[in-house]
């Protein structure tokens, strides 16, 4: 059989293991939350932000900004319909509803239009998710927001080394939510990172994060309000301030892949893959090809080729609205169809010339095909 392409893993050093040896020796008692702290400050300096509070997922990061919103029972909350279904999650654990719009058929991210079009009195929030690292028309949303009264949230899991006219991903919006999941760009593991420079909602979700206890509170185990644990371990954050140390290194290799991606498949007219308009910085999670309609190939088809060549073959994500648990809307055309001819791109860091070279020779075949 022919050795396994994956789709994604991370890149561990010896620095990575060198700072989580240390975090798992010494980092007790008094050093408890040493390297969180160090991990906070340095995702604050990379990012432009004021404030940070590293948390245990990008899920529970969104849980505790929305709550800090108070975001409840009987209010919406307007995200797009292709997405990972841990940003609708927290809506639906708050109480509220997840009203899913369509995406624009170039980046696959919200379409604006349509988002202020689902406005309604008991809109609460956008959310703004930054899909395999394209990004969001953050100008057009943030405006809606403004004019509406309605906060702007970034769903910035997949977009850690995206910029949007100068400005990083995750830094523009009410607050933003990051992950470290193990196949992320940047990893702990599993963890996530709150992101705000608003100094009030700062202080609602540090307080809501560690069990409701408030910072200045004096008291010992004394609670000001019903809160979360979504703390990220030590551990964690050592492996963490290992990586943003490395950020540069490991965005430009993702980047360098999906480059590669570019120079030998755009040319084909048949397919689509990661925009990068002008002024924006795509960081390039997750590199994907969408076949146009005429050549007839089909995600089923393609999954079949690649596990045949032992290539992993990572589907594009379903519309939520589909999903049983959430009522359907009348119509999302792009957010229904893209979904039946796509395919995520093996990217992990360490993807050799050859397995890449394998991959495109892959995507070029049925090119010919079609």
Same mark, same amino acid.
């Not at 008094?30 to 300096?45: N, P, Q, S, T, V």
């Not at 998710?129 to 943030?142: A, F, K, Q, S």
């Not at 910035?156 to 470290?180: D, T």
């Given at each position: 059989?022919?050795?396994?392409?994956?789709?994604?893993?991370?890149?561990?050093?010896?620095?990575?293991?060198?700072?989580?040896?240390?975090?798992?020796?010494?980092?007790?008692?008094?050093?408890?939350?040493?390297?969180?702290?160090?991990?906070?400050?340095?995702?604050?300096? +990379?990012?432009?932000?004021?404030?940070?509070?590293?948390?245990?997922?990008?899920?529970?990061?969104?849980?505790?900004?929305?709550?800090?919103?108070?975001?409840?029972?009987?209010?919406?909350?307007?995200?797009?319909?292709?997405?990972?279904?841990?940003?609708?999650?927290?809506?639906?654990?708050?109480?509220?509803?997840?009203?899913?719009?369509?995406?624009?058929?170039?980046?696959?991210?919200?379409?604006?239009?349509?988002?202020?079009?689902? %406005?309604?009195?008991?809109?609460?929030?956008?959310?703004?998710?930054?899909?395999?690292?394209?990004?969001?028309?953050?100008?057009?949303?943030?405006?809606?927001?403004?004019?509406?009264?309605?906060?702007?949230?970034?769903?910035?899991?997949?977009?850690?080394?995206?910029?949007?006219?100068?400005?990083?991903?995750?830094?523009?919006?009410?607050?933003?939510? $990051?992950?470290? +999941?193990?196949?992320?760009?940047?990893?702990?593991?599993?963890?996530?990172? $709150?992101?705000?420079?608003?100094?009030?909602?700062?202080?609602?979700?540090?307080?809501?994060?560690?069990?409701?206890?408030?910072?200045?509170?004096?008291?010992?185990?004394?609670?000001?309000?019903?809160?979360?644990?979504?703390?990220?371990?030590?551990?964690?954050?050592?492996?963490?301030?290992?990586?943003?140390?490395?950020?540069?290194?490991?965005?430009?290799?993702?980047?360098?892949?999906?480059?590669?991606?570019?120079?030998?498949?755009?040319?084909?007219? %048949?397919?689509?893959?990661?925009?990068?308009?002008?002024?924006?910085?795509?960081?390039?999670?997750?590199?994907?090809?969408?076949?146009?309609?005429?050549?007839? %190939?089909?995600?089923?088809?393609?999954?079949?080729? $690649?596990?045949?060549?032992?290539?992993?073959?990572?589907? $594009?994500? +379903?519309?939520?609205?589909?999903?049983?648990?959430?009522?359907?809307?009348?119509?999302?055309?792009?957010?229904?169809?893209?979904?039946?001819?796509?395919?995520?791109?093996?990217?992990? +860091?360490?993807?050799?010339?050859?397995?890449?070279?394998?991959?495109?020779?892959?995507?070029?075949?049925?090119?010919?095909?079609?």
């Amino acid at each position: 059989m022919k050795p396994r392409i994956y789709y994604t893993k991370p890149s561990i050093t010896e620095l990575e293991v060198g700072y989580a040896t240390d975090a798992a020796r010494n980092g007790w008692g008094e050093r408890c939350y040493e390297y969180i702290g160090k991990f906070e400050e340095a995702f604050k300096a +990379h990012l432009g932000v004021q404030y940070a509070i590293a948390t245990s997922s990008c899920t529970g990061a969104l849980h505790i900004g929305m709550a800090a919103l108070g975001i409840g029972p009987g209010d919406e909350v307007i995200l797009a319909d292709t997405n990972w279904i841990a940003t609708a999650a927290p809506i639906v654990h708050l109480g509220a509803k997840p009203v899913f719009v369509d995406i624009l058929p170039d980046s696959w991210c919200i379409d604006p239009e349509l988002a202020e079009a689902a %406005i309604t009195p008991r809109t609460k929030a956008i959310i703004a998710v930054h899909l395999y690292g394209n990004l969001c028309e953050m100008d057009r949303l943030l405006a809606i927001g403004e004019k509406n009264g309605i906060p702007v949230i970034e769903d910035a899991a997949e977009a850690i080394g995206s910029i949007y006219y100068g400005k990083r991903a995750g830094s523009m919006g009410k607050f933003g939510s $990051f992950s470290f +999941h193990g196949t992320k760009t940047l990893t702990t593991g599993e963890g996530g990172m $709150f992101v705000t420079n608003d100094a009030e909602l700062y202080e609602t979700v540090l307080t809501l994060s560690n069990h409701g206890r408030a910072r200045g509170q004096i008291k010992q185990f004394w609670p000001d309000m019903v809160g979360f644990k979504y703390k990220m371990s030590n551990i964690q954050a050592a492996i963490g301030c290992a990586q943003l140390e490395r950020i540069d290194e490991l965005v430009n290799r993702k980047r360098e892949i999906l480059n590669y991606y570019r120079e030998h498949l755009e040319n084909l007219g %048949i397919l689509g893959m990661n925009p990068e308009p002008e002024g924006t910085i795509n960081g390039a999670w997750m590199p994907t090809v969408i076949f146009k309609k005429e050549t007839k %190939i089909t995600t089923e088809k393609l999954q079949n080729i $690649f596990q045949r060549e032992n290539i992993d073959a990572r589907v $594009f994500f +379903h519309p939520l609205s589909s999903l049983p648990m959430f009522e359907s809307p009348t119509v999302n055309i792009n957010a229904g169809d893209i979904p039946h001819r796509a395919i995520n791109l093996p990217s992990y +860091h360490d993807l050799s010339f050859d397995e890449q070279k394998t991959v495109a020779n892959l995507i070029l075949s049925l090119s010919n095909e079609s």
